[in-house]
């Protein structure tokens, strides 16, 4: 019989079969017989990778974002929970950011309804392109589009193989903390981070553990743009592809747990938020020129120790959490709310999901962290101290700043798609929505 490790590793096209491109009937067999029973809990996991031939490169992405190569695998990863009378399923896709257009495709493939759905972007910038939102900015549509129906197949492959690896278990909750972000709104001309700008350092861990207490896949969250290597150039004149920070900080939990575990990023709010060392950086000589330096790929070795901070942590966040008592409740709310843009009207998707005693929040955009607490102040209300707020979620629409930022001009406060006081919609929608959960 095929071991979880095996099968982890077939599905991510490691050495085995790729899983991009599998077709759903070659499950069919496993994953009916996968439908839990009432008041048993259980999940599957998977990771598949975004697989793109050798001669796709070079390629450039959005506003002429040049990659001449890859250097580490970009993924596709789902956890899949259900608990006899609702479900709840979480995908990480390794790129900048993703629309919510296949949402309804993945309810019916995945038999989870859309409220209870958090498709999600980890937010690296050294990848394709996928998202709808500045489409028209695309250098190579082509491409693009290519590397999106690739993405697309294994997002699919990545929801099968989780279905057909279900199997009882625990779910734990617990956070930690990882000194990896800093703030950064600068303050000073050539300043890339405000050290005493507001930073949440907190590591939020949902793990699924079998009935031996040993973990099988971490949903896990943090605060942090992964652009480490960032416009580096490190072969050829061009970035390469890669997971950047939130890539490694999984990788590494993975490796850790002899992938035999899946580890899937989401990101919390992060728009004012950058990695502490980055592969280039700017600074001004004594006659107030900038000067540009870039580590090339050696700044990989930052991506890669930033990560495993974060990593070890949400090990560590995992080894010590107790699981929820008794069968935790799954519940899903969707609601919507339009905001004043800066060209036009905006319509935003939220999401919020409650497993046991943890809620959820969707956002389908970037905010600053002041606006995150402000969220999680909401549940806070409804007694619900342990809430995580997901940005990049079923959707993306750009930055989303807050007071400060817009009075300040900030990058974020500059750079937001919505005017002013859109926070403030989107707060009192959040709390309506918050009493659907109860």
Request: hydrophobic residues 35%; charged residues 20%; proline residues 3%.
């Amino acid at each position: 019989m095929q071991t979880r490790r095996d099968f982890i590793l077939t599905m991510a096209g490691l050495g085995f079969v790729s899983a991009v491109g599998v077709p759903s009937s070659a499950f069919a067999a496993t994953t009916a017989s996968t439908s839990p029973k009432e008041g048993l809990l259980r999940a599957g996991a998977a990771r598949v990778e975004i697989k793109v031939s050798d001669n796709f490169f070079p390629y450039d992405s959005f506003n002429h974002r040049h990659f001449t190569g890859s250097h580490d695998a970009l993924y596709i990863r789902s956890i899949l929970v259900d608990n006899g009378t609702s479900s709840a399923l979480f995908i990480s896709v390794d790129t900048g950011d993703i629309s919510g257009e296949w949402l309804e495709e993945i309810s019916t493939a995945s038999g989870v309804p859309l409220s209870n759905i958090f498709l999600t972007a980890t937010h690296t910038h050294e990848s394709g392109y996928i998202s709808r939102t500045l489409a028209e900015n695309l250098s190579e549509p082509e491409k693009s589009a290519t590397f999106k129906a690739i993405a697309k197949d294994a997002l699919f492959a990545s929801i099968e193989a989780a279905k057909s690896n279900m199997q009882d278990c625990q779910i734990c909750y617990d956070t930690g903390t990882a000194d990896v972000n800093v703030n950064r709104n600068e303050t000073k001309p050539n300043a890339p981070h405000n050290p005493d700008g507001v930073s949440d350092k907190t590591v939020s861990v949902l793990t699924f553990k079998d009935m031996a207490d040993t973990p099988f896949a971490y949903a896990y969250s943090y605060a942090v743009h992964s652009t480490v290597m960032l416009f580096s150039d490190v072969k050829d004149g061009g970035m390469m592809f890669s997971g950047d920070l939130a890539g490694a900080a999984s990788r590494y939990v993975e490796k850790q747990m002899d992938d035999t575990a899946v580890a899937v990023w989401l990101l919390a709010p992060c728009a004012d938020q950058g990695p502490k060392a980055s592969a280039t950086s700017r600074s001004t000589d004594a006659d107030g020129n900038e000067i540009r330096e870039d580590l090339g790929e050696k700044g990989f070795e930052l991506v890669d120790s930033q990560g495993q901070e974060i990593g070890a942590e949400v090990l560590r966040v995992g080894k010590v959490s107790k699981p929820m008592e008794g069968t935790p409740e799954i519940k899903g709310t969707v609601g919507s709310v339009t905001v004043e843009g800066t060209n036009n009207q905006i319509d935003l998707r939220l999401n919020e999901l409650r497993i046991g005693d943890v809620v959820y929040f969707g956002f389908p955009g970037e905010l600053v962290t002041s606006v995150g607490h402000a969220l999680q102040s909401i549940f806070a209300e409804f007694s619900w101290d342990k809430s995580v707020v997901i940005t990049q979620a079923n959707g993306s629409n750009g930055y989303f700043s807050d007071d400060f930022g817009y009075d300040n001009k900030t990058f974020d406060g500059t750079a937001s798609f919505a005017k002013k006081g859109y926070d403030k919609l989107v707060l009192k929608k959040a709390k309506t929505m918050a009493a659907d959960l109860k």
